[in-house]
């Protein structure tokens, strides 16, 4: 029934519409006129009074496999309830063909978006969006198609994204700058680079569509972060100049990708052409260059780069300048170049961070300058930084190499106290360093810890251990931690499948060893000459001479053994009939 609201505003007519939800078992759920009669009712004129039927309230909510309610529901909003009936029938029957005719009259833009936005299915919002436009003749709004466009790539359906984008530009309607750097971006991180050219090719002929350096500059980093650099490169190439003006922006995430990829050369060439577009190179680009530089070991390079940074008057170097000349030298064992820059650095005001003082310290204790390393882990601390697990790492590694077991191990329990978390390369460094000195329980006592930490093992972790108890002649001991290796899932390598085969072959243990060799040949782990020479020769002195033979066939013939065995590896494991030990 229809009522008055009881608090009119002044001058104006409210009208509350009642409906009884009463579940009527007579209800016929394929009869479309309680479905009519219910639409005729919501969009009645407040001027009459309007009455809904029990049969269609109930049909109405058979359809939308709503349970029976038997309060009554006040509606305040006609048009919701309009929304609500369109959406449950086109989501039952992805059809309105019965209602066609009612709903050309009646649909407007605005209720036909909301329609889409609460299906919340961008696939079904899609054929909604179609059916209104072409059997209803909606025309939509900007609002619309950018709903559309954006649920469409947030779901990874970049065709149908470009679909609606064609039926807008046929609609006379121009998206806007966000619209297009959306759907070229969401293209480029599917990997639909043709697709996003496509749409580019088209705005650029759409006189209504400008384009500015942002939209770019969002797809180059795209390609940048896949390592898609040509291809970035290649665009560039196609559209900058003609279709739009680059910035140092721009030529920054380019440097950075081919830096990144180790194409220096290319990447000066960029530097270069900045001038010709207009461009000035920031400290972000002398930033970019020099710690590309600096990792392919042209540190000298980096370092005159430094000094013209430190030559125009525009710009002044910042931490990350000094530390990546600093970085640069330390790993290549350059330390008095790299205490120089450390000292200038200081000297023009600018504040080292811990990532300059690790750098040092790592490469003191590479070195072999312990003092000098932890005097400037002392100075580290003087500065207000904390020592995080880099720092402790560099020097317990730093000690190990010295000959200062002890020394490393005082820190490794500082670093637990200081509640630092060690990562797989601090267990590393450590359980290598008392594996060398013969020191085994210890580094299985590590091995324990690790069992129960949050670090995810390595093989590498695991294998001196191994190693070590293999060559004590505990080859039970080694078998038990390759166990515990898997229980932590992880797999052991080619390093840990050797040392088992010539530890069990040296202990005679030969069932053991051919075990390991063919374990490791179905995991997918190619032998090198010396394991498998090794294995066939202490087979041959064991008395297994047609066991020494079948291995020697598989590893020079099956494998083709010192050409390419990896690559031949797939085919053996599927063909060859050897039994697997697990």
Known sequence: MKIHDPNPKPGQTQTRILIENVYESRAVPDDGVAVQMSLLFFTARPTFWARASKIAASHFHTLAGARPRPEREVLLNPEAWFVKVVYTLFLRSHSL????????????????????????????????????????SVNHGVWTYNFLLRSLCQMGLQDSAKLVFDYMRIDGLSPDESVVEFLVSSCAQMSRLDLAEKILDEAHHCSEIRLSSFVYNNLFNVLVKQNRVDEAVCLFRKYVGSHCCPDSWMFNILIRGLCRTGAIDKAFEFFSDMGSFGCSPDVVTYNTLISGLCRANEVDRGCYLLREVQSRSE????????????????????????????????????????????????????????????????????????????????????????????????????????????????????????????????????????????????????????????????????????????????????VTFTILILGNSMKGRMSEAIGNFNKMLSMGCAPDKITVDSLISCLSKAGMPSEARRIKKIAYEDLNLGASSMGRLPHFRANAEIPVAI
């Open 97 to 136: 063909d019965s209602y066609l005719g009612y709903l050309s009259k009646n649909l407007t833009p605005s209720l036909a978006f909301e329609v889409i936005r609460r299906l919340n299915n961008p696939k079904l919002g899609l054929k909604f969006f179609e059916l209104s436009k072409f059997s209803l």
């Open 315 to 494: 710009l002044s170097p910042d931490v990350i300048t000094f530390t990546s000349v600093i970085s640069g030298y330390c790993k290549l064992g350059r330390m008095g170049e790299a205490s120089a820059i450390f000292d200038e650095m200081i000297d023009c005001g600018v504040r080292p961070t811990a990532v300059t003082f690790n750098a040092l310290i790592d490469g003191f204790g590479k070195a072999g300058d312990m003092s000098s390393a932890f005097a400037m882990y002392e100075n580290m601390l003087f500065h207000g930084h904390r020592a995080d697990v880099i720092t402790f790492t560099s020097l317990i590694d730093g000690y190990c190499r010295a000959g200062h077991l002890n020394h490393g191990l005082q820190l490794w329990h500082e670093m637990n106290a200081k509640n630092v978390s060690p990562t797989a390369y601090t267990y590393s460094v450590l359980i290598n360093a008392l594996c060398k000195e013969n020191r085994l329980r210890e580094a299985r006592d590590l091995l324990r810890e690790l069992k129960w930490s949050n670090v995810v093992p390595k093989p590498f972790i695991y294998n001196p251990v191994v190693d070590g108890f293999c060559k004590a002649g505990n080859v039970d001991e080694a078998n038990l931690i390759v166990a515990e290796m898997e229980e932590k899932r992880c797999a052991p390598d080619k």
